[in-house]
């Protein structure tokens, strides 16, 4: 059915295109002649978006309506397969968009993403409520069985009919209409979520006009604000913001408590001053509307919904995963604090050790019991070895090589290109690295695509995948210099990234798609091997001599391994369990007041004082803005995966075993969206995972 609305606004916006005809075509709309096809991004203006999407959902509603309105009885060909390939068009160039909303984002489009939510909602429940079109969906599902399909066609249907009742095809007018309100709520609210934290985090400087504000910095964390200050137009300052490579150090070194408070407090306040960025209200309207929506499917609540469709199946087993984890990890917390505690006293200190200074006496203590100094190692850890370390841990395991390209279109200065080549020297994808932090770019760091594997005329089409960072700059002194939390970044994005080049599959909808507490097993199990001795070798070098680290270091990291790993999994888990009492809401019981709901959460499971949730409701992007709702839990649980995996490398005495890799290529990255997860895993296993490898990593047994 066409939405008169989304009709109209075609219409004026065609007039206005043939207006302009002459003087210039759209280029999202064209033919990409580009090496690989690859976005033309310094042909794209802001102001070609939004026409764009509004002529490719006018184009995919042609294809939707030959679908739904075919005369001939329902087959696979022409209905699922015809769906499955359908919308190419607009998926080119939404990837475009909302790639660049999040990585390059500026004023215009955040107008524009404003504009274009609330229709690409109504456009997409109009495809997924459209009545015609799912009895032909249905129709092919109930005969499944008898009509031949191989395993793969009767998988891709079941998805496909499972997509269209969780959408709610088999509600009834009312209350379709009704969810197609609640989607396009749930679509603007997470928006401007999203632009509200990348608001506040912006708007944050510390700025320092005196020497004695620096004590205690190391000299390239001193250049560095130095640098930020010189960007900022501030001569003989130096400028702290909330980016993690510029607050984390401070943290950390800085002997002033009273700024170390400031700028703590400042990031833990995000979203929650009362202002025009404040979030607090964002978040109750969303965790009723989740809880409505939920109910008018058929679940109980939100987490029920989301969950069902994962590994864990059931709110009940991550929850008894979670306080598991919860219960091992809250006592190594409280003695991490008590040694602090004691350091306070012994210096001298009158006062309770607070959140803020967690960062600066973790690293007393790390170079008192384990005499390493990050400082110390950061010289072997330049952004450069660790990107080919990473390079070459992916070519040891799979035989793929990475050359760098500078004749692709890049959509900022700072990115770069690789071409991507399998063993045999075949093309396999592009990648894109983007590192450092801007103020266009929201925090973090995340893997996506521009354009995702598949198959079209019998030929593999190529993915486009991008990985965005925010790791420290180099200075007018040092190239970038990452500390072991940022390389382990890298590695981690990297893991996602072959995920996405080594997807294989005929149908968009299997192809490398697999459960949320699975897909974090390809970034995870690659950080095992930034930290093996082994590829330390082959990767850490000092940026200036070139020696390898010494085997004093590697010693050094290997022991302090399980430090503070009390807080990092007491700091994690809280958010995670913080994120499911929001989702485990009924919708009865969804009228909340967010810091009243997440104080009384943390204090139910007896989070202490000195620790906060790693994130607090109003900056926690992953979900209410990142798709993770309801499943910031899945990181620790595909943890217990990837522990597990690692561990058979280990075993078999080489982790570089190219069979295992073969088999763990094959099964959960390739091939993975052909079966259940757990299924995928166990053939490459052999087993299924143990909880063993996780406790011991993190010192928890």
């Known amino acids: 059915m066409k939405n008169n609305f989304i009709m109209i606004c075609v219409m004026l916006l ?51 309506e030959a679908i739904a309105e075919n005369n001939s009885a329902p087959t696979f060909e022409n209905t699922i397969l015809a769906f499955d390939t359908s919308g190419k068009l607009l998926t080119r160039i939404t990837n475009v968009f909302f790639n660049l909303l999040e990585a390059n984002t500026n004023d215009q489009m955040q107008k524009i993403a404003e504009k274009i939510s609330p229709i690409l909602s109504e456009y997409q429940d109009n495809i997924y409520m459209n009545p015609k079109l799912f009895d032909r969906i249905k129709a092919v599902y109930d005969e499944r069985q008898q009509m031949g399909l191989d395993d793969q066609q009767k998988r891709v249907t079941e998805k496909y009919y499972n997509d269209f009742v969780r959408s709610g095809a088999s509600l009834d007018s009312t209350h379709q209409t009704r969810l197609k309100e609640i989607n396009q709520e749930l679509s603007l609210l997470s928006l401007k979520y999203g632009n509200n934290v990348l608001a506040e985090t912006n708007n944050f400087k510390l700025i320092i006009d005196n020497k004695e504000g620096i004590e205690g910095l190391p000299q390239e964390v001193i250049d560095a ?123 001298g200190g009158n006062f309770e050790l607070e959140p803020w200074d967690w960062w600066y006496y973790a690293e007393k203590i790390c170079r008192e019991k384990y005499n390493i100094d990050e400082n110390e190692i950061k010289p072997y850890f330049s952004l450069q070895n660790v990107r080919q370390g990473m390079f070459d841990v992916a070519n040891k395991l799979y035989g793929i090589t990475l050359s760098r390209r500078t004749d692709l279109p890049m959509y900022h200065k700072d990115v770069e290109a690789y071409e991507v080549k399998d063993a045999d020297g075949s093309h396999l994808g592009i990648l894109y690295l983007d590192y450092y932090p801007r103020a266009e770019k929201r925090v973090g760091a995340w893997c996506t695509e521009f354009r995702s594997a598949g198959w079209e005329n019998g030929q593999r089409v190529s993915p486009v995948v991008s990985i965005v960072y925010n790791i420290t700059p180099s200075t007018a002194s040092t190239p970038s210099l990452l500390n072991w939390d940022e390389t382990t970044t890298l590695f981690h994005e990297f893991g996602h990234a072959l995920h996405a080049l080594f997807a294989e599959g005929k149908y968009r909808r299997t ?98 004082k000195e620790i906060i949730p790693r994130y607090r409701s109003t900056y926690f992007q992953h979900i209410f803005s990142g798709g993770y709702s309801a499943g910031y839990y899945v990181y620790i649980w595909a943890e217990v995966l990837d522990a597990d995996a690692f561990d058979a490398f280990v075993k078999s005495g080489d982790v570089f075993n190219k069979e295992l890799a073969s088999k763990f290529r094959n099964y959960c990255l390739a091939h993975v969206g052909e079966d259940d997860a757990m299924t995928q895993y166990v053939k490459f296993r052999g087993q299924q995972p143990s909880i063993g490898p996780l406790l011991k990593r993190r010192g928890l047994k």
């Open 14 to 64: 065609t007039i206005v295109a043939c207006k302009n005809e002459k003087q210039r075509t759209n280029p999202l709309l064209a033919k990409w002649d580009t090496p690989f096809e690859v976005p033309p991004f310094d042909r794209i203006d802001t102001s070609d978006y939004f026409p764009a999407m509004m002529e490719s959902i006018r184009q995919h509603e042609v294809e939707i």
């Open 225 to 347: 604000a130095a640098e930020a200050a010189k960007v900022a137009g501030l001569k003989d300052k130096w400028v702290f913001t909330l980016a993690k490579p510029s607050m984390i150090p401070f943290l950390q070194y800085s002997e002033r408590r009273d700024l170390r408070e400031k700028i703590y407090r400042a990031y833990f306040m995000r979203g929650d001053n009362n202002n025009e960025y404040d979030n607090k209200k964002i978040i109750a309207d969303m965790v009723k509307l989740r809880a409505e929506k939920a109910e008018l499917l058929g679940y109980d609540n939100w987490a029920s919904y989301v969950i069902a469709e994962n590994m864990a199946k059931t709110p009940i087993a991550v929850d008894e995963f979670l306080m598991n984890l919860w219960n091992a990890a809250l006592p190594v917390a409280k003695n991490e604090a008590s040694q602090m505690q004691a350091i306070i006293h012994k210096e």
């Open 511 to 608: 192809a490398g798609i697999v459960p949320r507490d699975f897909v974090e097993l390809p970034s995870q199990i690659m950080e095992n091997w930034a930290q093996e001795p082994e590829v330390l070798k082959i990767y850490a070098k000092h940026y200036q001599t070139g020696e390898i680290i010494p085997n004093t270091l590697v010693q050094k990291i290997e022991k302090s391994g399980q430090f503070n790993q009390g807080f990092e999994t007491v700091e994690y888990l809280a958010a995670a369990i913080l994120d499911m009492k929001y989702h485990e809401l009924a919708s009865q019981n969804a009228n909340i007041e967010p810091n009243t709901f997440e104080k009384k959460s943390m204090d139910e499971i007896g989070l202490i």
